[in-house]
């Protein structure tokens, strides 16, 4: 069965997941819905498109990962899911116009956004060039006003939605040596908030997830410096996250699942952390 899943009574699956054993789901949750995922192509981006597909959605992967959003769709496919694959550089206007168009030319609707894609660049601020600064705001925020630019209008005229903007625990606190980021991921923070006002009364919901350590290929390509940056998350994790151990791209997915059905009908304008418990304090020692 696709997905590691066996039957056991009409609608509903065992799910084999790699963080939890024995656990009752139904395949449907999304059955008729439509969604983009923006960086779908890996981590986080990747778990939320087959886990999106898995629930029965139609779903429209971007990237700018060309190979391995092939190689994601063939994985999808080959376990039953319906998914396309569209290049799209979140930072492009008249790109994200011609992907909007094309999703509803394919499927005749939207009803979900995953606006997910985004850099990490480490530098002490007076370090920092402009460009850098630049750089990440125009993906991890502009990106986010065209995406709601452009696919609000495509759910108005299904009449609801499902917004999910990826933010971070970066949009909380603040971290030293990620000004930038942390700027960009609290900007969307409260992005998500004012536009969840702006259309709540138009059947579309806006909310926020804040990953904190997910173990996701993101970790080898910190740039600190203009040089990667090796980094042990695990023993990073064992130090600073309460529950001693790196979340998996899956748990974030998990929550983003339950943002994009209509289990959280009456949820917008709200914040999810998935951190094992960072935000909360400092964890115990020993």
């Keep these: 069965m696709a997905f590691g899943a066996t039957r056991n009574w009409p609608g509903h699956y065992r799910i084999a997941h790699p963080a939890a054993t024995n656990r009752e789901i139904t395949m449907d949750q999304l059955k008729g819905k439509v969604a983009i995922v923006t960086g779908a192509a890996s981590g986080i981006g990747a778990a939320c498109t087959e886990t999106l597909a898995r629930e029965g959605a139609r779903v429209v992967a971007t990237d700018i990962d060309d190979p391995a959003g092939a190689d994601l769709v063939a994985k999808i496919k080959a376990a039953g899911g319906e998914v396309i694959y569209l290049p799209l550089d979140v930072t492009d206007e008249a790109r994200w116009g011609e992907v909007v168009a094309a999703t509803e030319a394919r499927y005749g609707r939207l009803d979900i956004l995953v606006a997910n894609a985004a850099i990490m660049l480490i530098s002490p601020t007076i370090e920092m060039t402009l460009a850098d600064w630049r750089r990440q705001m125009a993906v991890n925020l502009d990106s986010a006003f065209l ?41 969307m923070r409260l992005f998500t908030k004012a536009i969840a006002l702006e259309y709540a009364r138009e059947g579309i919901r806006v909310n926020s997830v804040h990953p904190g350590m997910i173990d996701t290929p993101i970790w080898g390509k910190l740039s600190v410096g203009g040089r990667n940056l090796p980094v042990d998350l695990s023993e990073m994790a064992r130090q600073r996250v309460p529950i001693g151990e790196p979340g998996r791209a899956q748990d974030v997915a998990d929550g983003v699942l339950f943002l994009a059905s209509d289990m959280s009908r009456h949820v917008t304008g709200a914040e999810i952390v998935i951190d094992g418990g960072i935000v909360a304090g400092s964890p115990r020692r020993g």
């Design 147 to 187: 995406s709601v630019k452009y696919c609000v209008p495509a759910m108005r005229r299904v009449g609801s939605g499902s917004i999910v903007m990826m933010s971070s625990i970066a949009g909380l606190r603040g971290t030293a040596g990620m000004a930038g980021f942390c700027a960009t991921k609290g900007g």
